[in-house]
Structure formats: C-alpha cells, structure tokens
C-alpha cells in the first residue's frame, strides 16, 4: 500500500514540474515577443554614392565616426551622418591609425 501512495505521490510531484516547466516557456516565449524595436536612420551624404560604385565588406562603428571596408580595399571613414572624413586618417612609419 504504501508503495503504491509513493508511486502517486511521484507523478503527481512529476506532473507539476511538466505543468511549471510549460508556463515557463509560455512566459518565454511572451517576453521573445516583446522585445524592443530598434530605432535607426539612414546613412546619407556620400555613402550611397559609394555603396553604388564598390561594395561595403565591413564595417566599425566609433562614438564619432564609421569605418566601412570596400571590395576594392578601400577604407571609408565617414561621420555618423554619412560624410567622408579622409583627413582623420594619418600613417606613420610603423602602423596605421585613426586620428580625430
């Protein structure tokens, strides 16, 4: 008798995990679904005259400015507004670096 009480007790305590562990993914799933949307604005100035001349392999984006990598090899340092800024970019004898 007392195993068989032992055995209900189990799947009864098995049963309420089941039903905890699905709430629990209800309630994930609900927060996947309110995840914030992003708020963005296009890149202008000279970028699309770019874009449609040689095509963007990679970009970094800096506090200040944005630096895109070109199929060509060319390296674009633009403002976050999309303006060219070539003279921020200076060479020396060991390394390149970025200069603002």
Same mark, same amino acid.
């Given at each position: 008798?007392?195993?068989?009480q032992?055995?209900?007790d189990?799947a009864?305590? @098995?049963e309420?995990e089941?039903?905890?562990a699905?709430?629990m993914?209800?309630?994930?799933t609900?927060? &996947?679904?309110?995840?914030p949307?992003f708020?963005?604005?296009r890149i ?8 449609r001349k040689?095509m ?6 800096h506090?200040? =400015?944005a &630096?895109?990598g070109?199929?060509?090899?060319t390296v ?5 507004f @999309?303006?060219?800024h070539p003279e921020?970019?200076? =060479?020396d004898? =060991?390394?390149p670096y970025?200069?603002?």
């Amino acid at each position: 008798m007392q195993k068989e009480q032992i055995d209900t007790d189990v799947a009864q305590n @098995g049963e309420k995990e089941i039903e905890e562990a699905k709430d629990m993914m209800e309630s994930d799933t609900e927060e &996947a679904l309110l995840e914030p949307r992003f708020k963005y604005s296009r890149i202008l100035n000279n970028v699309p005259e770019i874009l449609r001349k040689d095509m963007a392999t990679c970009m970094a984006i800096h506090d200040k =400015f944005a &630096a895109v990598g070109s199929r060509s090899g060319t390296v674009y340092i633009f403002d976050h507004f @999309g303006s060219l800024h070539p003279e921020n970019v200076r =060479f020396d004898s =060991f390394l390149p670096y970025l200069m603002r």
